[in-house]
């Protein structure tokens, strides 16, 4: 049995879970509100008397055990974004190197001979405590981490000086420069 399928989603008062004929699963919350369609072999029961949601698989195909798990943490993750929300950080290392939030897009100045802005995007919100810092904002996990991971491309950490953008507490391990002739 799956360890992670098995466990129960437990969800607050402030949010509604609900699954239709074609296991589409739509997650409403103070946040806002996700859908997701899940494969059609996990069958998926909410309990709105105990606030939980149960996956359970049709076979013990190696496919079905793997969808199980997959399952249940996407539920989760979709009971987490619209009642907490998530949040991935970057910081910007080098000289200069700066980040403004401008409304609802990102403007980079990383070092290239024009500033990089990164457009809007639906569900998405750009932070700039510091010049140096980014946070981005969101209740879906995954468009938050791909949104973080397109912002890290735009400048990735190089080597040798460890200068771009890199995810908090990300660490860039620093190679050893040339060495002159003896």
Do not use: C, W
């Amino acid at each position: 049995m799956s360890r992670i399928g098995k466990l129960p989603v437990v969800y607050p008062d402030k949010v509604k879970v609900a699954v239709d004929d074609e296991n589409v699963v739509t997650v409403t919350g103070p946040k806002g509100t996700l859908a997701k369609e899940m494969n059609k072999d996990m069958k998926i029961t909410v309990d709105e008397k105990e606030r939980k949601v149960t996956v359970t698989r049709s076979s013990d195909d190696k496919a079905h055990k793997a969808l199980h798990g997959l399952t249940r943490a996407l539920i989760n993750n979709m009971v987490i974004g619209v009642s907490k929300g998530f949040e991935k950080g970057l910081d910007l290392v080098g000289v200069g190197y700066r980040a403004q939030a401008q409304g609802k897009k990102l403007v980079l100045t990383v070092g290239y001979s024009h500033p990089v802005e990164m457009g809007e995007v639906p569900g998405i919100t750009y932070e700039t405590p510091a010049a140096n810092k980014i946070l981005v904002k969101g209740i879906d996990k995954e468009l938050v981490g791909l949104i973080a991971a397109k912002i890290r491309e735009v400048r990735t950490p190089e080597p040798y000086k460890g200068k771009g953008i890199r995810y908090e507490n990300e660490f860039v391990k620093i190679k050893e420069g040339k060495t002159g002739k003896k």
